[in-house]
């Protein structure tokens, strides 16, 4: 299943009066002109996120890159539509609301940078586990507890040498909830006016070039 993100690009109606007094034949292609300016602000914009690390400084999922390589714009008349198809969680990031399991009890919340970005069902050594944090008792997934052993190398004899070099596993790797609420992060986006003004830059410049004659810059074509 795929979710859409669809930003409406809306305020541009001088740009739209500008339209009205050119060549009818250059309005389609100033429209798609349009169209690609906003897509390309929202990659440059998902771009830049995507350098930015995390709150916890974990390894990078390179999700608003993923999300960069998703925009798509839709022309349809006067209507400028910019999509971001991807990846899954985007959505949610942006509008917020509450997260609640499907076809599961829990949802699982990374509590290691080693969880960060994946599914539990990727680790094969969880177990389930109650955790005393806070004065709280939390369910939790932690790994379970192992010993680690290093071999030596082959004797004469043909045995080997057997070192024990610890116990490993214990932590916690995720957090089990019932239920999340995730507060809408409209920075993920640019703004209407960071919007609004590079369409209207990208495509007066374009327009421009087409009336007096000369190609269209190559941001804008």
């Known amino acids: 299943m795929s979710f859409r993100t669809t930003i409406e690009v809306t305020g541009v109606q001088e740009l739209q009066r500008r339209l009205d007094e050119v060549p009818k034949t250059l309005v389609p292609q100033a429209r798609a002109v349009?169209?690609?300016s906003g897509a390309n602000t929202v990659r440059r914009h998902l771009s830049a996120r995507n350098l930015l690390p995390n709150k916890r400084s974990?390894?990078?999922t390179n999700f608003f890159a993923q999300a960069?390589?998703?925009v798509s714009s839709k022309v349809d008349g006067s209507d400028i539509n910019i999509d971001v198809t991807g990846p899954v969680g985007f959505r949610q990031r942006?509008?917020?609301g509450t997260i609640t399991p499907k076809n599961v009890k829990f949802l699982t919340l990374p509590a290691a940078p080693e969880a960060y970005g994946k599914r539990a069902?990727?680790?094969s050594n969880l177990r389930f586990a109650i955790i005393e944090q806070d004065g709280k008792k939390r369910p939790a997934l932690?790994?379970?507890e192992a010993t680690q052993f290093k071999l030596g190398r082959k004797?004469?004899?043909g045995s080997r040498k057997l070192t024990v070099l610890g116990e490993t596993g214990g932590g916690v790797m995720y957090w089990l909830v019932?239920?999340?609420n995730q507060a809408p992060d409209p920075s993920v986006l640019p703004t209407t006016e960071v919007l609004i003004a590079a369409i209207a830059r990208d495509t007066n410049a374009w327009l421009a070039t087409k009336l007096n004659g000369g190609a269209a810059p190559g941001g804008a074509s």
Request: hydrophobic content about 30%.
């Open 142 to 144: 932690v790994q379970a």
């Open 155 to 157: 004797r004469k004899d």
């Open 68 to 70: 960069a390589r998703s």
């Open 34 to 36: 349009m169209g690609r």
């Open 94 to 96: 942006y509008r917020g």
């Open 58 to 60: 974990w390894p990078k």
């Open 178 to 180: 019932r239920r999340a």
């Open 121 to 123: 069902r990727e680790f």
